[in-house]
């Protein structure tokens, strides 16, 4: 699809929508021409006060249009995120706009769906709920803004609250030196559409991993011996991605080796290793996670 952007470049948000919305289709950035079958015009204004962006949306001979304008106060960081915000929302409903017009077959072809998730895209819809939940809005309140300013429907928003009500909790539990640890492996089988990580797929990097394994393992122990010279205690432990799921069980078994001679895990109520592809795990792999006390997968 081309995208034609006038008096913002807000590449990154737009992308994202674009994979969600529009999953077939890839990213070009010219003007738009009389013979181009895809393709949106997004343009921003900015007034002192506010934002406000157009969309004309073109889709194989069908067309929308929405007017989207939101509040710009603040610093200028906080700016820059009520702008990237109405330049993703009215991209977002000029879609909305549009879907109803399309024929169901072309629907078909093109994998256009509505999305499950309104207009939020990456991998943690409760975000958003735990972020109010922390400013001092009630569960209600932090519900009812996911769904007005995210476009998310209440069976979605009702989930996304139970989870996040979940992560608050657990945030609130921390103590000043309590931690939380991460491991990423940034590798995957493939790159899934809704991806908005940083990783490689492992088809054009497999040479990497190992040399990567052995790095992380440094990193583990060194980071084990600075935790323990300055009296921290880890709360939970997540090894994330990409996928874990891509290693392979030796590997998986010497990182989580390493962690478990480094730091003191005996406080962490869970340790979670995420699977997020069913195609990278096996009954090995899970023996492994299983003889090193992981307790979620």
Excluded at 24 to 43: G, I, M, S
Excluded at 180 to 195: E, H, K, N, S
Excluded at 250 to 263: G, N, P, R
Aim: negative net charge.
């Amino acid at each position: 699809m081309k995208l034609e952007f006038l008096g913002h470049d807000e590449r990154y948000i737009v992308e994202q929508s674009l994979m969600t919305l529009f999953p077939l289709e890839k990213p070009t950035y010219d003007a738009v021409q009389p013979e181009d079958e895809a393709w949106c015009r997004l343009a921003a204004e900015e007034t002192a006060a506010d934002c406000q962006v157009t969309a004309e949306l073109h889709y194989h001979g069908y067309t929308a249009a929405w007017t989207f304008a939101s509040p710009l106060t603040g610093t200028d960081f906080e700016k820059e995120g009520q702008r990237r915000y109405a330049v993703a929302a009215c991209f977002y409903l000029a879609f909305l706009d549009l879907y109803p017009k399309l024929p169901e077959a072309l629907r078909a072809a093109e994998k256009l769906t509505l999305p499950p998730w309104g207009m939020l895209t990456g991998v943690r819809p409760d975000k958003p709920i735990t972020r109010a939940l922390m400013e001092g809005k009630t569960p209600e309140e932090a519900k009812r803004e996911l769904k007005a300013r995210y476009f998310v429907p209440e069976e979605r928003a009702a989930l996304a609250l139970e989870t996040g009500a979940v992560g608050y909790q657990a945030l609130k539990r921390l103590e000043k030196r309590d931690i939380d640890l991460y491991v990423g492996i940034p590798f995957c089988p493939t790159r899934c559409a809704y991806c908005s990580f940083v990783s490689q797929s492992v088809e054009r990097s497999f040479s990497l991993v190992e040399p990567y394994v052995k790095a992380l393992i440094a990193e583990i122990r060194a980071g084990g011996e600075m935790v323990r010279k300055n009296h921290l205690r880890p709360r939970t432990f997540y090894m994330g991605g990409g996928t874990p799921g891509i290693l392979t069980p030796d590997q998986m078994d010497a990182i989580l080796t390493a962690l478990e001679e480094s730091f003191d895990l005996s406080a962490c109520p869970e340790i979670t290793v995420e699977i997020g592809r069913p195609d990278t795990i096996t009954a090995e792999k899970l023996a492994v996670l299983k003889s090193h006390g992981v307790t979620r997968v």
